[in-house]
């Protein structure tokens, strides 16, 4: 792994090459062979007040227009309240896309020290990167030259369910 890594590989090459060595990170990649429809409702919903749906069915939507390099795409599944602040809970699915070259500010996977972790990447004006988590029980990491760190890929999209009070989309 080589130090500073910020621009990743194909998945193809080294998460399928690396993955054994990674501690037991569930990888499941992202293809375009599947085919699940969703229904759209074209109207923007309130949080708020109640706001009527009527009749605003668009066409269904397809992950696969989320999701625009299906050969760098991936999912992982969260351990751990470091990014709750972001919306990211224990047992969250994330997408994340390997081609994208973060900028400050994004929310990445990253390996640091050989562990994988979800931060957020905020590069400062020094040139001096941090993993900054999303809650206060955490401290910022700091990555350095002596730090073993890569970026793993870009949080593309969270799925959960917000009906589940420990988080989680999935529970299998």
């Known amino acids: 792994m080589s130090k500073h890594s910020f621009k990743a590989s194909s998945v193809n090459d080294v998460i399928q090459d690396n993955l054994d060595s990674y501690y037991s990170l569930k990888v499941k990649q992202v293809t375009k062979q599947s085919n699940i429809p969703i229904t759209h409702y074209g109207v923007l919903v309130s949080a708020g007040f109640p706001s009527p749906a009527d009749d605003f069915i668009e066409s269904p939507l397809d992950l696969n227009d989320i999701i625009e390099h299906p050969n760098n795409t991936f999912s992982v599944r969260v351990v751990g309240d ?65 730090s073993e760190f890569e970026v793993w890929g870009k949080v593309i999209c969270t799925l959960h369910d917000p009906n589940c009070s420990k988080g989680g989309f999935f529970r299998g």
């Open 82 to 146: 470091s990014m709750i602040g972001a919306g990211i809970y224990p047992g969250d699915l994330l997408i994340i896309d390997r081609s994208i070259t973060p900028i400050s500010g994004d929310v990445i996977l990253a390996v640091i020290q050989g562990e994988f972790t979800i931060k957020r990447f905020i590069k400062k004006d020094n040139n001096k990167v941090y993993l900054v988590p999303e809650n206060k029980n955490y401290k910022s990491i700091l990555i350095t030259e002596n």
